[in-house]
């Protein structure tokens, strides 16, 4: 298989087949951001010959195969007849194929009509994973993610009229200290006009080669407590009013739990307290600083 760097998928994708279309991340700005930073270019998209000898190959390890998440940070970039070339590829060698997830970005459907969704959608593009982050129009431009809330509304809304099912990453930790309590609040009116049918929150990790780190260093931002951190976290349970799971999953989050909203609400509420019953700031904050890698 052809694989650049290390390879990041969500957690709820590990049953998922992974094959690379890309390598990198067509952004690369993100302050906050390392995951990519071991590929030697910016951004690649892998040339259909290469795609069709991974695809031979899982053929031959698992023909049986019912679900691809094409690695890279935003497949979804790739023009939706690349797109459509790949599903098609795929489908000659994975007879039992039925969907096919993707990291995105919000600006990656942008160019996307709602045909071409509905399009992508019948191949069987769905459950996509979007890093939004948040929804605060401040910590979205100070991050330099590269988009607003109103595009985040505007895009999603797309995908959900082409009835493909996306999931949201969310950020915790990313407005910084003391700002988490308006942020997340303005987050929770993002997403509750939309329809994500998971939000994954990470927790925020700042490391020495990031553009953040620097920012840190000038004096331009400060870090969110970790306690600040699960507050904020469980501010955006208590206040999403939609139906969707909620999961702190991966290395980020020194507690992983999950459950649906609103009926494990009060459960996943609890989880967090009791998290800040039993350990102090020091404690978290020994979970962070010792985290070599995410
Ligand atoms: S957070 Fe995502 S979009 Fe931003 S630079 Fe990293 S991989 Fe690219």
Known sequence: MHFTGTIWRPPYEAWSALIQVTAGCTHHSCKFCTLYEDVPFKFRM?????????????YMSMPDITRLFLVGANPFVL???????????????????????????????????SADLKDLRALGYNRITIGVETGDDEALAFMNKGYTSNDIIEQCKKLDEANMEYN???????????????GVKRTAEIFNQL?????????????????????????????????????????????????THFAALGASNMFNFQGRIPEDRDILINEINEILKKYNEDKLRDYRVNLKHL
């Open 46 to 58: 892998s040339p259909l010959s290469e795609i069709e000898e991974d695809l031979q190959e899982l």
């Open 79 to 113: 023009s939706t007849q690349k797109l459509k070339d790949i599903a098609n590829l795929a489908k000659q060698y994975l007879q039992r194929l039925t969907s096919i997830g993707c990291f995105a970005r919000i600006t990656d459907i942008y160019n996307k009509s």
């Open 168 to 182: 949201f990453f969310y950020l915790t930790g990313i407005y910084g200290k003391g700002k988490s309590p308006e």
């Open 195 to 243: 329809n994500p049918k998971l939000v994954g929150a990470s927790m925020l990790t700042v490391y020495q080669s990031s553009e953040l780190f620097g920012e840190i260093q000038r004096g331009n931002w400060q870090e969110e407590s970790e306690t600040e951190k699960l507050t904020e976290m469980r501010t955006l349970i208590e206040s999403l009013n939609i139906r």
